[in-house]
């Protein structure tokens, strides 16, 4: 328990630290990049399959339906789209260092550098959105964790009950038999049984068993 609570105050720091460098601005930014990127192309098409092609599946874009299944699925997609941007730092890497050994000139550094910087709050982004997820899922398994509990009182409530329930007809049934013996004395009839629940028992005539004298 303590280990989460130290690992939920790092997530914590950790997520502040993204949004205030600005993570959700560059969200917005990319996705309206993204927008921009593809309207020469999607300006011909029909306004619902360009709302369809920003909301089918993706990388980018959660499938929806299935619930916590979805976020679950989707945490992959974060993984996958951190590999690719680590991929693409790796490769900017010796070009911002050539650039800072004065290999490249100012204007090739304005290439070299905004797609660097890009990968980077990428990376970023990948780990802010996974963090809200994780937050999302323990939050929701918490709650299945309390309706489980919740539920099993319930049944254990109802069982009891059922179980009280069952006590008073027993109790009751007791008592009507040992009033139905009083009543059935006069009449020659016996209806024996325990201090709970008397079974009534079928009378038995035993034959008589004649012995022989010897002589």
């Not at 299944?69 to 945490?75: I, P, R, T």
């Not at 309390?146 to 006590?167: F, I, T, V």
């Not at 325990?194 to 034959?207: G, H, L, R, T």
Request: net charge positive.
């Amino acid at each position: 328990m303590r280990d989460f609570i130290v690992l939920k105050k790092i997530r914590d720091i950790e997520k502040k630290f993204y949004e205030l460098i600005g993570i959700k601005r560059f969200r917005k930014m990319a996705f309206g990049f993204r927008k921009v990127l593809c309207f020469p192309i999607l300006i011909f098409f029909p306004k619902e399959m360009r709302k369809r092609f920003f909301e089918n599946p993706s990388n980018y874009c959660m499938k929806r339906g299935n619930g916590i299944q979805d976020l679950k699925d989707f945490k992959l997609m974060l993984l996958f789209n951190t590999l690719i941007h680590i991929w693409g730092l790796w490769v900017g890497i010796p070009l911002v260092k050539d650039l800072a050994l004065g290999i490249y000139t100012a204007l090739q550094g304005l290439l070299i550098v905004p797609p660097f910087v890009v990968n980077i709050y990428c990376i970023f982004l990948q780990r802010y959105n996974h963090i809200r997820i994780n937050e999302v899922i323990e939050k929701y398994e918490k709650y299945e964790e309390l309706k489980e509990k919740r539920e099993k009182l319930n049944r254990e409530k109802e069982a009891k009950e059922k179980y009280d329930d069952l006590l008073q007809y027993i109790e009751m049934f007791s008592k009507n038999v040992e009033n139905l013996n009083k009543s059935k004395q006069e009449e020659g009839l016996k209806v024996v049984g325990s201090k709970k629940f008397n079974i009534p028992e079928i009378p038995v005539n035993k034959p008589k068993v004649l012995s022989k004298k010897v002589a």
